[in-house]
């Protein structure tokens, strides 16, 4: 089994900044794909970033060039840096991975963290 742990959401004023990261334990062979999700009350679950195991990222329309997403494959971590946030910010941000694991055979699952709270208010 494998746990995703975030941690890092809080209150922030608007044009504040705040790091949110998420560490992967358990039954780890290795981290592919990471990602972070947000959900605000109302809407659906939406992409903010991804990233590959190689490296390679991609954001969404409304967070580019103000979030940055990074991991740390020895440490199975991914991060995310808010910066310039804005009120429509605030949302439950999840932790997303697709994990390899061994047990007798490899297989690939996908796994999400419990969500921490991000609220940009002034």
């Known amino acids: 089994q494998v746990q995703l742990v975030e941690s890092g959401g809080g209150l922030v004023q608007p044009g504040g900044s705040l790091r949110l990261s998420c560490a992967a334990s358990g039954s780890i062979f290795s981290a592919n794909a990471m990602a972070w999700y947000r959900q605000a009350p109302g809407k659906q679950r939406e992409l903010v970033a991804h990233?590959?195991?190689?490296?390679?990222?991609n954001y969404a329309d409304s967070v580019k060039g103000r979030f940055t997403i990074s991991r740390d494959n020895a440490k199975n971590t991914v991060y995310l840096q808010m910066s310039s946030l804005k009120p429509e910010d605030t949302a439950v941000y999840y932790c997303?991975?697709?994990?390899?694991?061994?047990?007798?055979?490899?297989?690939?699952?996908?796994?999400w963290g419990q969500g921490t709270q991000v609220t940009v208010s002034s």
């Open positions: 990233i590959t195991s190689g490296g390679s990222t």
């Open positions: 997303n991975a697709e994990v390899k694991s061994y047990s007798g055979y490899f297989y690939l699952r996908d796994y």
